[in-house]
């Protein structure tokens, strides 16, 4: 695009931070939907084009895969090129990549693995046992999580000090073994990668200047969300030469759990010498009534910097206030509004359902079910992260590395052959006390032929098995080794004779995996093997580019993983006291603040209609709740408002009244077959009743199975169970 136009598409005051000049650093302070990742990269290809900047020597970071891939395609059509090398990506996929060139300097094992939360608890699981701690009092969980705080401060286990505290001293211990076993087996946890990349930065000056060179300008989408150590990984990129060009929005700060500091937005111009801030106040996304919602409702936070958005487009229908009867009814309603966009000549991708708990999703998937509405969970069971999957992806990185203890304990008896628990502690000990992998001591317990008969073959049968597997890999391209393994390992027979639903299931999983491996391109960086970079991709990526994308589905999302984006038609759902505000942050003033954020981050992602949800009953996480609606819809002015109650367009379930539950529950006979009716089928799982025919030994149902597709059943055959 020539350099005029991309300035025409730009107010005035993004064009001066577009076009400031090219050694200036600049913090873009705007709220929600004000163009600020627009001017981001609007000023990349305005540093390529007007100042002749290779587009290699930007980095520029953002928070979510779905966020880089989507600056990335911005990108590319506003430079006219191909951009799969550039460096723009989420802070740990870049970390990921520095780390994977220098690995070396690291002092990183070349193969080294990521692991994801569900290892890094296994492991802290091992851990607190091997160090003969009762889990009770050092439950895994929370180790991790100390774990994990105190890489995002940049503090290392022997930077620590207890103070005679014994609690203290006791995670301190845990942690400094899990550092141990982490070095031993080449894993490196999300933390890790940036920790890593800022201790490789810091401590090794020809490297650091050579990347400060490198890279003259860093630009950094959702600046308010980056934490300590993600912010010391960019200034000692920035270093004295560089340019910062960051931008963010106090208000949209949402992840002060997790250890971010909007503090990084205010320091900015103190930081960073000679800065200047910009601040773009209009609004290009929503119409003027959810933007007022929207102003109305974040102007009841104390901490702020204060901005008020403002926009020229139209005034927009009201938002729509639904209460609904239970959380079915909820569901329902969306599904209607849903057919009523698509009958309209809408698409089902340009409406998002936002919540503020995954278990949410579960309710709004069946009725999605039963409508016959496609629809996408992000951030749900994700491809990589289910149980098939990781059993194949461990042998891979066993092969990869044998000293990877993590996929050692998963592969070595998964599937089944005759190696016990009472062995792998065997395993474990001898590890433990010669400080070998468990590969290792495997190999030393067989050569002192200290196990018994039956053990010690299995075991032996085990080695020989992955070496065999090993050879056979031995030149073949990554789909086929993929292939290999999941036939060699037992894994694929192994499913096979499950021949549920389920089983079959995960046989077609591991089939799409080999597919996968097949076809995945990566980036195309020559510093890993195809292998290292598919499994790093696996780690990294898991499930944000889940299958179907490509369709036109309804998408289902946290309001977390919501932050960035924009869709026409926005369902906000359970907007009640206890579940958002949620239920831990009431008492806390500072947390109730984010979670008014979130709200503000999920009214703002609606461009022109915002239907607004909660449920008078509630049923979650197994218990009846009767909540009451929450106090940010009192916030919002009564003029941005219309209201519609259940009554006047549904009957509401009779029998469902939460104290007579059981007395009144459902019969599969007669009213109990009903349409829209949960059951579950002793071999196709659970489902919704979409449609009823027939009467007495005759009648029959039609159900709709989560995983096994619609069926009609005789009821007097079927043995519904009615849920
Ligand atoms: P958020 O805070 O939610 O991340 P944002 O500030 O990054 O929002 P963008 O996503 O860049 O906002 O822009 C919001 C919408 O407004 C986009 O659809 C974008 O294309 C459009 N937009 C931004 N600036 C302009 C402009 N000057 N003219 C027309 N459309 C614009
Ligand atoms: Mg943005």
Redesign the pocket.
């Known amino acids: 695009m020539e350099t005029s136009t991309l300035l025409e598409?730009?107010?005035d005051a993004?064009r001066r931070a577009v076009s400031a000049a090219a050694d200036q650093h600049l913090l873009v302070l705007?709220?929600?939907?004000?163009?600020?990742?627009?001017?981001l990269t609007h000023r990349m290809a305005w540093l390529c084009q007007q100042h002749h900047l290779s587009p290699y020597s930007l980095l520029a970071v953002t928070f979510t895969n779905k966020a880089a891939a989507e600056m990335r395609s911005r990108l590319g059509e506003l430079l006219q090129m191909p951009v799969s090398g550039l460096w723009v990506g989420t802070f740990h996929g870049l970390a990921h990549r520095l780390l994977r060139l220098h690995w070396q300097e690291a002092g990183l094992p070349q193969n080294f693995q990521i692991i994801d939360s569900d290892d890094q608890l296994r492991l802290a699981k091992r851990i607190v046992k091997e160090l003969g701690l009762d889990d009770k009092r050092w439950p895994p969980k929370q180790a991790v999580w100390f774990i994990n705080a105190r890489k995002e401060e940049g503090r290392r286990a022997a930077h620590l000090e207890a103070h005679g505290n014994p609690i203290e001293q006791g995670w301190i211990r845990i942690y400094l073994a899990y550092e141990a076993a982490c070095q031993r087996g080449g894993q490196v946890d999300f933390a890790e990668l940036l920790l890593r990349v800022v201790e490789l930065l810091r401590d090794n000056d020809s490297l650091r200047e050579h990347y400060q060179n490198r890279f003259s300008h860093l630009l950094v989408d959702?600046f308010q969300d980056s934490n300590e150590l993600q912010y010391a990984w960019l200034r000692l990129l920035t270093g004295e030469h560089g340019t910062l060009f960051a931008?963010g929005?106090d208000d949209?700060s949402i992840y002060g759990w997790r250890g971010a500091k909007v503090a990084n937005l205010l320091n900015f111009e103190q930081d960073l010498k000679g800065s200047e801030v910009i601040r773009l106040e209009q609004n290009?996304?929503s119409t003027a009534l959810i933007l007022k919602a929207a102003n109305a409702l974040i102007s009841n936070n104390d901490n702020r910097l204060g901005k008020e958005l403002w926009t020229a487009g139209e005034e927009g229908e009201p938002l729509t206030l639904y209460t609904a009867y239970d959380e079915r009814d909820e569901a329902r309603f969306v599904c209607q509004q849903v057919q009523n966009w698509v009958d309209n000549g809408g698409r089902r991708d340009e409406m998002a359902v936002l919540y503020r708990s995954n278990a949410q999703s579960r309710i709004f998937e069946e009725a999605l079910i039963s409508a016959v509405i496609p629809y996408r969970v992000y951030g749900g069971l994700r491809f990589f992260e289910r149980a098939e999957i990781k059993d194949s992806l461990a042998y891979l990185r066993l092969l990869n590395n044998p000293h990877d203890d993590i996929s050692f304990e998963r592969a070595v008896n998964h599937p089944p052959r005759g190696i016990g628990v009472r062995t792998v502690e065997q395993i474990r000990l001898q590890a433990q006390q010669g400080q070998v992998s468990l590969w290792e001591a495997t190999e030393q317990l067989l050569a002192a032929k200290t196990l018994k008969g039956r053990a010690a073959s299995a075991l032996a049968g085990f080695l020989t098995l992955m070496e065999q597997i090993n050879t056979h890999c031995n030149g073949l391209d990554l789909g086929a080794q993929v292939e290999q393994v999941v036939e060699g390992s037992g894994l694929k027979i192994h499913f096979e004779k499950d021949r549920s639903d389920k089983g079959r299931a995960r046989v077609e999983n591991l089939q799409e995996l080999v597919g996968a491996a097949g076809s995945f391109q990566g980036d195309a960086h020559a510093e890993m093997s195809p292998l290292d970079a598919f499994l790093a991709h696996a780690a990294l990526e898991a499930g944000e580019t889940q299958g179907g994308e490509w369709e036109d589905c309804l998408q289902l999302m946290t309001l977390h993983s919501a932050?960035?984006l924009?869709f026409p038609v926005v369902f906000m759902v359970g907007i009640e006291e206890g579940l958002f505000p949620h239920q831990r942050t009431l008492e806390e003033p500072k947390q109730l603040e984010e979670e008014r954020r979130l709200c503000y981050v999920g009214i703002?992602r609606a461009r022109q209609q915002l239907y607004l949800c909660h449920a008078e009953n509630r049923r979650l996480y197994g218990r009846e709740l009767y909540p009451q609606p929450s106090r940010f819809l009192e916030e919002l002015p009564a003029e941005c408002l219309q209201e519609l109650r259940p009554r006047l367009n549904v009957r509401r379930p009779v029998y469902r009244s939460a104290a007579s539950n059981q007395a009144a529950a459902p019969t599969p006979r007669g009213r109990g077959q009903g349409v829209g009716k949960r059951v579950r089928h002793s071999k196709f799982g659970e489902g919704v009743v979409t449609d009823t025919e027939g009467q007495g030994d005759h009648a029959r149902v039609q159900v709709n199975f989560a995983t096994a597709g619609s069926k009609w059943l005789v009821l007097s055959y079927a043995k519904l169970e009615y849920l």
Do not use: F, I, P
Request: overall charge positive; charged content about 35%; glycine content about 16%.
């Open positions: 598409r730009l107010n993004q705007a709220g929600a939907g004000s163009g600020k990742t627009r001017v959702e931008v929005d949209q290009y996304r932050k960035g924009e703002t």
